[in-house]
Structure formats: structure tokens, C-alpha cells
């Protein structure tokens, strides 16, 4: 990804289903927990990198103990500064109290976050700012050990106005906006609520107060409170929370647009949004971690039963296709096999561009997250020489000589790793010009490798603003003289903005939409422009179910290779000599090659859930007034 986008967020939640003790007799550590926590953490760390976050709960303490921590960070590497944190205070405790390395009972009731239930957060924000106050866990503190709330997320509600009005009609008096609390405190009501319903039992079967504590929490019905709090909420999200006693859960969207997997055994229960993570942490094989059903929760309950329920029914799943694209890490076996396919079914396109003159071509990408969709064009475009090569064999079958026929075979697909990310360069000088020249050098290229005669092509995942690709690829590219440049995106046209999670709210940021924007103002079709707007206003106060995306007669109009045509027009700055070609993927092809996530709104305007098109609708009268503001 050449862009910087924003996006995603990852969870971990770690129940330890034994006694402490059991961990330390088997792996030599009281703890386990959080050191699988730090695994859990750090291999998402693709996932957020702008705060981190960590609780745990430690089960059955006495009152008067503490039995909840929680750490979270927004330094420069969070993820490294919560665990340094966390080491130094158990370090603290265990050099002042050796006696605790003998006694794990001891060690849980006196050393900070040792305990039975975890949670962890990576976070990129999509909502508010990078405060340290938005960075998860969140917390509900209560005295009644069942009504503390610990909330995570990977998430973002289109309607997180409405969903704080609401609470404020209830009563309550949030004391952030951020959306996160909102979220929260809609769990929180409904908790207080099931909780004084359960109460209200435990009185007329005649238990005390304290006798009904334990009661309470053995009966809470998490489901039912997940149902009733999520009523309102229209997003994708995978949304995590524990509850001081220790039942804890994991809840995905009805559309399934966040991810979440989990698995479990008899020593413990983990929930996490990429599968490849459980597996490597945890050392067990793919079809052992199980991917969560939209609508679906993971309910962990304090005695470690663990039940899948049904909490809203599916809408048919739409899982992000970005995930695959571009977000989750590529070492999941499906997504590595669907990032290949992807690679192989845009060639056809790529041949067409330079002509089928796969001799005078080098293939290439940006790296990393371009490399796998690399490997599958490069195994396409050998299959389409060896075509060639088995044609031209037959038929010459007659004249072919042992020299000939060598000469034949020696033709390779040429691949070089052309691009090379460097380090970020902090733009000192704040003239444009120096600092133009500077940002060029975000990336660099291998010399000596093109040919004058050369068709240069260059796969990347996806094309979000094509800053990067303005400023620095395609300029460094064209110090190497190449004929033609041939930038290919893995992933079709970003046309329409995100409200589920990717920091992508603003329509004028795409290059896709500034393409269509520059292809009205040249064929004098801006009333079309203006059309739209006001379309786009008078739906301003409907009903999201009502809402209709008239943002897609915006791109009506035009080609996909029109709007292709358009973006290397305008990411060729002037000085750009060789000519320069803007691939896309067909949507059909990406449904091809990620059949199992079809979420595909940013690519063809089919959002998932009603609010998606009110945010569209904002994001296109945001657009026309100038106002730079998130659509959500
Ligand atoms: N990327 C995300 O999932 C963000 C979570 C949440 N909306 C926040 O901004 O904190």
C-alpha cells in the first residue's frame, strides 16, 4: 500500500480456563497469559499502531482486592511501551517479594494483571482523536463486582450521534463523545438493568444482598444484554468486553463486516480478528480456529463454558474485502491463496496494456503488502510465455534445431524488485519545492535493471488518493527510463467512502472520485455535479432505510477505463516523461478471487447497512459545500 491509510483496529481477548498454577506446572510461567497476550498483540500490530491498550480480571478475589488493571498507551511504539510497563510493575512486586515466584495463588492476589481473563487492543482511531482517553480498553467502574464493563473494539457506528442522544434521553450524562463509551454505556445500561431484574429474582427466592452477588453473575444472560444494547447500532464491528466477575464475551455485526476468529480447548478460549495469529500463538492448525458468524457472539462464561449464540440475525454476510486486499496479515493460508488469485486475474488486463510484449517488460510491485498479488500475476504472465512458447513449438516443429529451440526456452518473465520503501523523511523545510523534492524520495528504485524499450509494471494492493504514487513512485520510476510505466492495483476503484472501520470517510480524498470530478468539468456535464448535491440534500432528514446513494450518478457516466484513463492523467505529474497506465481489478473479479467477503461498498456504493448510505449521502454534500469533515 502506497498510501497511508488509517484503518482497522485488532482484538485479542484470552480466557485461562485452569487455575494459574496449572500454566506454571505445564509451561514454566504463572505468566502465560501475558505473554500470549503479547504475542496476541504484536502480530496485529499491522492493525493499529496509533494506541494499545491491555486489561485483565482476576476471578474470585476477596473484597477489598484489586482485582482489575488496565494499561493503555499512545507513545511512539504502544504496543512495546504497555508490556514495558507491565514488566516493570511485576518486576517491582516479584524483586520486593521473591516469595511470590513459589506461591501463584499468593503471586494472583498481589501482582497487577496476573490473572484468569484478558483483553487486549491495537488501535488506529476512526472516530475523534489519538488522545490517550480514546485509546481501549474502556472502563465502567462499579462497586458491584458484576456491573464493571471492560469494552474493545474494532468498530465504527454510522449513527454514533443518535446513539449518544439516545443515552442522553435515557438520563445519562456521557462524559465523552468518544464512541466508544457510547458503545459502552449502552452495554452498561442494559447490564445495570438485567442485573436489577436478576436481583429482583434472587429477593423473592429469598436470598441476601450478598447472597445474591454470586447468583447474579452465574445468571446474567450476556446474549440477552448484547441484544438489547445493540439495537440501535448500524456499523461493522467485532466488539469485546469482559465483566468484573469474570464472563466475558465477543460479538460481531449482522453483516459480519469486522472480522473475528476464535478457538478453544480445555486450557483455553481465545477470540482475535485475524486467524493466522491464534495459530501461530497458540500452535494450532487452520481448521482448528473458527471464524465467528455475523450476528453471531462468543459468550464466556466464569465457570469457562464457552456458547456461540445467535444475537441478531445475519443479513447475509458482507465481510470487508479490504481485510483481504490489504489489512489482515498475509500469512493466513486463505488470504495468501485469494491475494494470489487476485494477481493472476488482473494480468489479462495488464497483457492488453503493453501489448502482449511480455519480452520488453518488467514486472514488479510495491512493497510489502503488494508482494503476494506480485507472486500470482508473475505465475499468470509465466503461463501466458509458456503458451507462446508451446505455439511457437508447434508450430515449428519442422525447422526447430537444439540452438533454436534453447534460445526458445531461455525467455523468462522479467521480475525485479524495482521500488524500495525508505524510511520515513521527515520533511524538514517547509518551502514547496525542497519539500516536494523530499517527499520523492519516500521511495527508491533499483538502477540498471530497465531497458529504454521497457514497459515498467508495478502491481499495488489498492490506489486509495494516489498521493504516494504522484509524488514519489511514479517520478522515481521514471529516473529509470522505461518506456511506459504500468501501474496495476490489485483492487478495483476506491469510489465511494468507509463508515465500518477504515479512516476513509472523505469522497474529494479518492483519486477515483477526482477522476470523475475532472471528467465533468471537461465534457461539461457539471450540472450532473449539482444534480447530485441536491438530490443529496433533499434526502438530508429521510429515514436511513430510505436513503438513496445518488453519489453512483455521479460516476454513471463513465467507463471504468475512463475513470482508469483519468487517474494516470492525473497522477503523471509534468515532468514524467514515459507514459504512464492506471490498471484496476474488476469487482467481479475480486468476488472471484475473495468469494467468501463480499463487502465491497468502497468499490460499487452497496453498503451493508442503511447508514451507509446517509454517510454517503454527507460525504457527497460535505464534498460540494467544502466541508472537511467525516461523513459519520
Ligand atoms: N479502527 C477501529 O476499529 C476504530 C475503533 C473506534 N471507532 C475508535 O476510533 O476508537
Not at 358 to 375: G, K, L, Q, R
Request: proline share 4%.
Amino acid at each position: 500500500m502506497s498510501d497511508a491509510i488509517k484503518h482497522e483496529c485488532g482484538i485479542a481477548l484470552l480466557r485461562l480456563k485452569k487455575p494459574l498454577d496449572f500454566y506454571k506446572q505445564k509451561y514454566g510461567s504463572a505468566f502465560y497469559g501475558i505473554q500470549k497476550m503479547y504475542l496476541l498483540m504484536e502480530k496485529q500490530h499491522n492493525r493499529g499502531q496509533d494506541g494499545a491498550g491491555f486489561a485483565s480480571i482476576k476471578m474470585d478475589v476477596k473484597p477489598g482486592q484489586r482485582y482489575i488493571s488496565r494499561v493503555r498507551s499512545n507513545q511512539q511504539q504502544p504496543i512495546q511501551d504497555i508490556f514495558k510497563q507491565i514488566n516493570e510493575r511485576i518486576s517491582e512486586e516479584l524483586t520486593a517479594h521473591p516469595e511470590y515466584n513459589e506461591d501463584t495463588a499468593l503471586m494472583k492476589s498481589q501482582v497487577p494483571y496476573v490473572g484468569e481473563v484478558y483483553l487486549g487492543h491495537v488501535r488506529y482511531g476512526t472516530f475523534g482523536k489519538n488522545s490517550i482517553e480514546s485509546v481501549h480498553p474502556f472502563l465502567r467502574q462499579n462497586n458491584w463486582m458484576h456491573r464493571n464493563l471492560i469494552v474493545a473494539g474494532n468498530f465504527n457506528m454510522t449513527n454514533v450521534k443518535e446513539l449518544f442522544e439516545s443515552l442522553v434521553e435515557l438520563g445519562q450524562h456521557p462524559k465523552e463523545l468518544a464512541d466508544t463509551v457510547t458503545v459502552m454505556e449502552k452495554i452498561g445500561h442494559f447490564l445495570d438493568d438485567e442485573v436489577g431484574e436478576l436481583y429482583q429474582d434472587c429477593k423473592n427466592e429469598g436470598l441476601s444482598k450478598e447472597e445474591a452477588s454470586p447468583v447474579i453473575s452465574e445468571r446474567l444472560d450476556v446474549a440477552r444484554i448484547l441484544r438489547r444494547a445493540s439495537k440501535q447500532w448500524d456499523g461493522g464491528y467485532a466488539m469485546a468486553g469482559l465483566f468484573g466477575h469474570g464472563d466475558s464475551f465477543v460479538f460481531r455485526d449482522p453483516a459480519g463486516i469486522r472480522p473475528a476468529y476464535y478457538y478453544e480447548d480445555d486450557e483455553i478460549a481465545v477470540v482475535a480478528s485475524e486467524r493466522p495469529v491464534i495459530q501461530t500463538t497458540f500452535n494450532v492448525p487452520f481448521e482448528e480456529v473458527k471464524e465467528l458468524e455475523p450476528g453471531h457472539a462468543i459468550i464466556i462464561k466464569k465457570d469457562g463454558e464457552v456458547s456461540i449464540r445467535e444475537i441478531i440475525p445475519s443479513v447475509g454476510k458482507k465481510a470487508c474485502s479490504f481485510e483481504r486486499i490489504y489489512f489482515s496479515r498475509g500469512s493466513d493460508a486463505e488470504i495468501y491463496k485469494e491475494r494470489k488469485e487476485l494477481g493472476k486475474l488482473v494480468l489479462p488486463q495488464v497483457l492488453k496494456a503493453i501489448d502482449n510484449d511480455t519480452d520488453n517488460s518488467v514486472f514488479s510491485y510495491i512493497p510489502n503488502t503488494a508482494e503476494t498479488s506480485f507472486f500470482g500475476m508473475v505465475e499468470a504472465a509465466q503461463d501466458f510465455l509458456n503458451d507462446r512458447k508451446n505455439n511457437h513449438i508447434l508450430e515449428n516443429r519442422e525447422t526447430l534445431t537444439e540452438e533454436t529451440l534453447k534460445e526458445l526456452l531461455s525467455v523468462k518473465i522479467r521480475t525485479e524488485k524495482v521500488a524500495i520503501k525508505d524510511a520515513k523523511l521527515r520533511t524538514f523545510i517547509t518551502e514547496d519545492s525542497s519539500r516536494d523534492d523530499l517527499v520523492a524520495h519516500v521511495y527508491d528504485v533499483t538502477y540498471g535493471v530497465i531497458k529504454p524499450e521497457d514497459n515498467l509494471v508495478i502491481i499495488d494492493d489498492s490506489i486509495v488518493r494516489g498521493t504516494t504514487l504522484k509524488m514519489s513512485i511514479i517520478k522515481m520510476m521514471d529516473r529509470l527510463n522505461p518506456k511506459r510505466i504500468v501501474v496495476v492495483s490489485s483492487a478495483p476503484q476506491i469510489r465511494y467512502p468507509d463508515c465500518y472501520g477504515i479512516d476513509m470517510a472523505k469522497l474529494e480524498g479518492l483519486v477515483a472520485f477526482q477522476a470523475a470530478l475532472a471528467l465533468h468539468k471537461e465534457r461539461g456535464t457539471e450540472d450532473i455535479v449539482d444534480e447530485v448535491y441536491k438530490k443529496s440534500k433533499a434526502q438530508e432528514n429521510t429515514p436511513d432505510i430510505d436513503v438513496v446513494n445518488y453519489v453512483r450518478e455521479f460516476y454513471a457516466p463513465f467507463t471504468d477505463e475512463e475513470i482508469s484513463d483519468k487517474i494516470a492523467e492525473l497522477l503523471k505529474t509534468e515532468d514524467v516523461k514515459a507514459d504512464v497506465k492506471v490498471i484496476f481489478q474488476s469487482v467481479d473479479n475480486l468476488h472471484k478471487a475473495c468469494p467468501d467477503n463480499l463487502g465491497d461498498w468502497y468499490f460499487t456504493g452497496d453498503y451493508p447497512t442503511p447508514g451507509g448510505n446517509r454517510v454517503v449521502n454527507r460525504a457527497f454534500i460535505n464534498f460540494y459545500e467544502g466541508n472537511d469533515a467525516r461523513a459519520y
